[in-house]
């Protein structure tokens, strides 16, 4: 019988998930004006580690069925170089053009292009992402995100 890889997926990020919830109990998570530098890493450790238990026991439930060997990249292998070189990307104009051009161009990259996505699709999630992450970010949390050409759209009035 082959070995479970969801199962070892799983158990490697509980191990990861738990590695980083430990380094980020050493940063504080809450300071006197909100969110300091353990929030993020702490919420993120947290939810990997659920949803790393979640595969756990998923593969648990279903180790009965026979376990196929999947194709790590998937049948389309040019999907993961695209999706690889837009985080690239992204990361590298995001504090030049801003965070709103930089957010529309990678969506539109990924849904229009890579995924082939209508158009109307595309805008409608380009327009909510926009909205809710400026709202999350900007005005919930407070963080000062890199301001661009567009920026004065999302600016809070």
């Keep these: 019988m082959k ?8 158990c490697f990020l509980l191990a990861f998930s738990l590695a980083l919830l430990f380094s980020a109990t050493k940063l504080e998570i809450w300071g006197d004006y ?3 530098s353990g929030f993020f890493p702490t919420i993120l450790s947290v939810l990997l580690g659920v949803f790393s238990l979640v595969i756990i026991l998923r593969s648990w439930l279903q180790r009965d069925r026979q376990q196929l060997v999947r194709n790590i990249l998937g049948p389309n292998r040019s ?7 837009s985080f690239f990307a992204f990361c590298l104009i995001f504090s030049k053009i ?3 051009l ?8 990924i849904l229009g292009f890579v995924e082939r996505q209508g158009w109307k699709t595309t805008f409608a999630i ?6 809710v992450s400026n709202l999350l970010f900007v ?10 050409p567009l920026s004065f759209i999302l600016r809070p009035m």
């Design 3 to 10: 070995k479970n890889l969801d199962y070892i997926s799983g």
């Design 79 to 85: 999907h993961f170089f695209l999706y690889i070189f």
């Design 126 to 131: 380009i327009l909510i992402s926009a909205i």
């Design 34 to 36: 909100g969110p300091s």
């Design 139 to 148: 005005r919930f949390l407070g963080v000062q995100l890199p301001e661009g």
């Design 98 to 100: 801003g965070y709103t």
């Design 102 to 109: 930089t957010l529309i161009g990678f969506l539109t990259f």
